[in-house]
């Protein structure tokens, strides 16, 4: 069956407004429409309630490094370190898992932040909606990234080596170091990986964090310009 044409139809304000006039003794008819349960295409979401909601969508990307953080802090301080290692089927099986998951939450943050970045040059968003998704995603992957360092640490502790320190607030105080210092391609030097695993997680972080700088470089010339 072929609807009729939608003529009853415009859209000058970004909403379906319909025009005045029935057709008489229907009063479930529109002119020119059809019957009444016929519904109107929908409208584009546009202006700042859509802004909200392509933020709230995109906010999805951030739940791997948030999820693998809790995960990593609560499973650095278990006292069944063996056990877990068995169950992954050794140290280089756990390690490899834990970049697997490493490169999937930082691609999810990577691919969030570069939307944001995207939309923030839109004139019509504030300066809070600007820097409030960076001030949430940034802090995020940092600490991300010392949950999986002291967790690496925890569990193979030739994995790094430097001032680390033998408590455990300590330790994640250390790694929290490392992993703000990496934005200087790499750390300061005075906490160093010493395994494959290890350091190809610094660098995950060296150039995702390469990766916000270029992205924040090239924002600020397109505004400037």
């Known amino acids: 069956m072929t609807l009729p044409k939608q003529t009853a139809y415009n859209y000058p304000l970004g909403r379906p407004v319909r025009k005045p006039g029935r057709v008489s003794g229907y009063p479930g008819y529109w002119q020119g429409v059809g019957p009444a349960d016929v519904p109107p295409p929908a409208p584009r979401p546009c202006g700042p309630n859509a802004t909200q909601q392509r933020a709230k969508a995109q906010a999805w990307l951030l739940l791997p490094a948030a999820f693998g953080a809790v995960i990593a802090l609560v499973a650095a301080f278990s006292p069944r370190k063996e056990r877990v290692i068995r169950r ?32 923030s040059g839109r004139k019509n968003r504030s300066a809070l909606a600007r820097v409030l998704p960076l001030a949430v995603a940034i802090p995020l992957n940092i600490l991300f990234f010392a949950s999986v360092y002291n967790f690496m640490y925890r569990y193979f502790p030739q994995s790094f080596k430097g001032d680390i320190g033998t408590e455990a607030p300590v330790e994640l105080f250390s790694f929290l170091y490392l992993s703000m210092t990496a934005i200087s391609t790499g750390g300061m030097g005075d906490i160093l990986p010493t395994v494959v695993s290890t350091r190809m997680l610094l660098s995950m972080e060296t150039l995702f964090n390469l990766f916000v700088l270029s992205m924040g470089i090239s924002l600020f010339g397109e505004v400037i310009a």
């Not at 939450?105 to 944001?116: N, T």
């Open 88 to 119: 992954w089927g050794g140290p280089l099986a756990l390690q490899l898992a834990v970049n697997i998951y490493t490169g999937f939450s930082v691609l999810g943050v990577a691919v969030y932040v570069f939307q944001v970045l995207r939309d």
